[in-house]
């Protein structure tokens, strides 16, 4: 049994685009055969828009978070140049996608791209995503192991040093890896399909192996053990390209809905699963560790924060709802060459770190335009909002999310006083891009009848636990109309969130 996406890839790799782009590019977007146009370009990390047709999307690969200021500067220049149509969102996976951009232009956006060192090979569709890793990698002074080392390699392997890898560019679904080196899981380990989290075997610093972890419409399961401890080293490298070449020569392919690597864990048997790992490896797959070292609560990296370097700091500066314009990208660019050492980090949370800002300069950092925009220390609720793309962009969406999530955020801000954040994470479909599984209160857009009329609605999930013990939420009300949300989550704040009333607004309906 096939499906269309395979019968797609069986016909033309989605890598042969490659040799193709010059030619649609010429052709403009209209007259681009659909299935490259839909599906294969994706493998470049370009994504036609059926919302915004004509102004394509480029998922960029950011591996561990990391850009530099020139990258931030190009980033800006290319969107520039779209004028209103032209912006940015840092993603749920620590990644950044571009809008606005006409076809006719990608061939030389890529140029522009890899002339500064980014890649967006392989960043959609059945490929492997933008691998994630601490964002305080190498910063961070209770820090574990630098992902950072780790992540490249990775990164070098799976992209073909960005070139693309025909290897694992036919994949029966797509695939998440993640690398946590501290000890809070700001990756969020147990939502990725391979993840490493660090664990002390006999008394040698490593990573105990979670697998199958995964959100999709039709089923959330949060990783399992596969019983291995790996030095960290080359055989994070080696293992993950062993469960990759299993996924991609036994993965089942028939159902779409039935094809990330936990199906076919679950098919095999954890047992079977790891006895074939082991068969591909060049090493000794060790037992795990017997605990890991993950022991505190996630960190959101927001405000000031001393590094482990004498006399600097990091700055994590809040991102509303993850939205670049242009002029965001130079000036976050100019913070970190100024302040920093030209280099910002981005996070799952969709904000922003701008680390290696000396104690001398601190002060004037904090002091500039930008921060009041970008605040490091926002009111609670807002600061710990997460939102996927949504209407305004994304064609799954049954509901707009940013715009609603941050105008509610910022009306229960003005409502109550939290004694702490509620991390509140809205999805504008079951596919979870959102991840509001995770969340302390999570939003997934919906659509419900109320006398007579379809209105926007959300499904309420709630229980999410990140960090240590993570635990994912489950849905607890279903069909919220949009309008009557303002209410619904006053009361659940006030109610199992110790909020208190500070006086009364109208809603943002
Ligand atoms: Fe996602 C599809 C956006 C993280 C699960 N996701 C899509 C598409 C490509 C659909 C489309 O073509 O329109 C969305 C693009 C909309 C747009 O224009 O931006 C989209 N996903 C996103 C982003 C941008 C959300 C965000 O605002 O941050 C995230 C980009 C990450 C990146 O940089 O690579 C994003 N998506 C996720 C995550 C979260 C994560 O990885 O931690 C998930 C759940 C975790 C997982 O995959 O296990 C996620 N996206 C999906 C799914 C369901 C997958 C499945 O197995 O069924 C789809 C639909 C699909 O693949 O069929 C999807
Ligand atoms: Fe689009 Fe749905 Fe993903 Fe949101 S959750 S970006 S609406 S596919």
């Not at 809070?184 to 199958?212: K, M, T």
């Not at 098919?267 to 068969?279: C, L, P, S, T």
């Not at 009306?411 to 509001?436: A, E, F, K, M, Y």
């Given at each position: 049994?096939?499906?269309?996406i395979e019968?797609?890839?069986?016909e033309?790799d989605?890598?042969a685009v490659k040799q193709e782009?010059?030619?649609f590019?010429?052709m403009g977007?209209e007259?681009?055969p659909?299935?490259?146009?839909d599906v294969r370009l994706?493998?470049?990390?370009i994504f ?8 394509f999307?480029?998922?960029l690969r950011?591996?561990?978070?990391i850009?530099?200021?020139q990258?931030l500067?190009?980033?800006g ?9 032209g912006?940015g ?7 950044i996608q571009?809008?606005?951009?006409p076809i006719?232009d990608?061939?030389?956006?890529i140029?522009?791209l890899?002339a500064c060192?980014?890649?967006s090979v392989?960043s959609?569709?059945?490929?492997v995503?933008n ?5 305080v990698?190498g910063i ?5 192991i630098?992902?950072?080392p780790?992540?490249m ?8 040093n960005g070139?693309?890898n025909?290897?694992?560019?036919n994949?029966?679904?797509k695939f998440?890896?993640a690398i946590?080196?501290?000890r809070d899981?700001?990756?969020h ?6 993840a490493f989290?660090p664990?002390y075997r006999?008394?040698?610093l490593?990573f105990n192996?979670?697998v199958g ?8 399961a949060a990783?399992i053990?596969l019983d291995?401890w790996v ?11 062993a469960?990759?070449?299993?996924f991609?020569d036994h993965?089942p392919?028939?159902?779409r ?7 076919l ?6 047992e ?7 068969a591909?490896l060049?090493?000794e797959?060790l037992s795990?560790?017997a605990?890991?070292e993950?022991?505190?609560d ?8 001393r590094?482990?370097q004498?006399?600097l700091?990091?700055v994590g500066?809040h991102?509303?709802v993850?939205?670049?314009y242009?002029?965001?990208f130079y000036e976050l660019?100019r913070?970190?060459?100024v302040?920093?050492q030209s280099?910002v ?8 770190i701008?680390p ?7 002060p004037?950092?904090l ?5 009041s925009?970008f ?5 609670p609720l807002e600061?710990a909002?997460?939102s996927?793309t949504?209407a ?5 969406a049954l509901i707009?999310?940013?715009n609603r999530a941050?105008?509610l ?6 409502q109550l006083?939290l004694p702490?954040?509620v991390?509140?994470h ?7 891009c959102?991840?509001p599984?995770?969340a ?7 659509k419900t009848?109320?006398?007579g ?12 636990k ?5 635990k994912?939420?489950?849905?607890v009300k ?8 303002p ?6 704040l006030?109610e ?7 006086g009364?607004e109208?809603?943002?309906?």
């Amino acid at each position: 049994m096939s499906n269309k996406i395979e019968a797609i890839k069986k016909e033309k790799d989605g890598l042969a685009v490659k040799q193709e782009l010059e030619k649609f590019a010429a052709m403009g977007w209209e007259n681009i055969p659909e299935a490259d146009r839909d599906v294969r370009l994706k493998w470049l990390g370009i994504f036609f828009r059926p919302v915004t047709p004509g102004r394509f999307m480029m998922r960029l690969r950011v591996p561990n978070g990391i850009l530099t200021s020139q990258q931030l500067r190009t980033l800006g220049a290319i969107v520039d140049r779209y004028g209103e149509n032209g912006n940015g969102d840092i993603t749920t996976r620590q990644n950044i996608q571009i809008r606005g951009l006409p076809i006719e232009d990608i061939p030389e956006i890529i140029e522009q791209l890899q002339a500064c060192g980014i890649t967006s090979v392989q960043s959609g569709m059945d490929n492997v995503r933008n691998l994630t890793g601490s964002p305080v990698a190498g910063i961070d002074a209770a820090e574990l192991i630098d992902t950072r080392p780790l992540i490249m390699k990775l990164q070098a392997m799976i992209t073909n040093n960005g070139q693309g890898n025909p290897e694992f560019s036919n994949l029966p679904r797509k695939f998440n890896i993640a690398i946590e080196g501290g000890r809070d899981n700001s990756v969020h380990a147990e939502i990725n399909d391979v993840a490493f989290v660090p664990a002390y075997r006999q008394g040698r610093l490593g990573f105990n192996v979670l697998v199958g972890g995964f959100f999709s419409a039709r089923r959330c399961a949060a990783a399992i053990p596969l019983d291995a401890w790996v030095p960290p080293d080359d055989a994070v490298v080696q293992l993950s390209r062993a469960i990759l070449e299993i996924f991609r020569d036994h993965g089942p392919r028939g159902n779409r809905q039935k094809a990330r690597l936990r199906w076919l864990i679950d098919e095999w048997g954890i047992e079977k699963f790891r006895a074939a790992v082991v068969a591909k490896l060049p090493f000794e797959l060790l037992s795990a560790a017997a605990k890991d070292e993950i022991d505190w609560d996630k960190r959101d990296h927001l405000g000031v924060h001393r590094q482990k370097q004498r006399r600097l700091n990091y700055v994590g500066l809040h991102v509303p709802v993850g939205r670049l314009y242009a002029t965001d990208f130079y000036e976050l660019a100019r913070l970190a060459q100024v302040y920093g050492q030209s280099e910002v980090r981005l996070t799952v949370e969709q904000n922003v770190i701008i680390p290696h800002v000396p104690d001398a300069v601190l002060p004037s950092l904090l002091r500039e335009p930008l921060l009041s925009k970008f605040r490091p220390e926002p009111p609670p609720l807002e600061r710990a909002l997460v939102s996927c793309t949504g209407a305004e962009f994304c064609n799954f969406a049954l509901i707009e999310t940013k715009n609603r999530a941050l105008a509610l955020a910022r009306w229960l801000d003005q409502q109550l006083v939290l004694p702490q954040p509620v991390r509140i994470h809205w999805t504008g479909c079951p596919n979870s891009c959102g991840q509001p599984q995770v969340a302390d209160i999570g939003l997934m857009g919906t659509k419900t009848r109320r006398n007579g009329e379809t209105v926007d609605a959300v499904d309420l999930y709630m229980g999410g636990k990140v960090g240590k013990d993570a635990k994912l939420g489950t849905c607890v009300k279903k069909a919220i109309p949009c309008d009557e949300l303002p209410e619904v989550l006053r009361q659940v704040l006030i109610e199992q969130f110790g909020a208190q009333p500070r006086g009364s607004e109208r809603p943002p309906v």
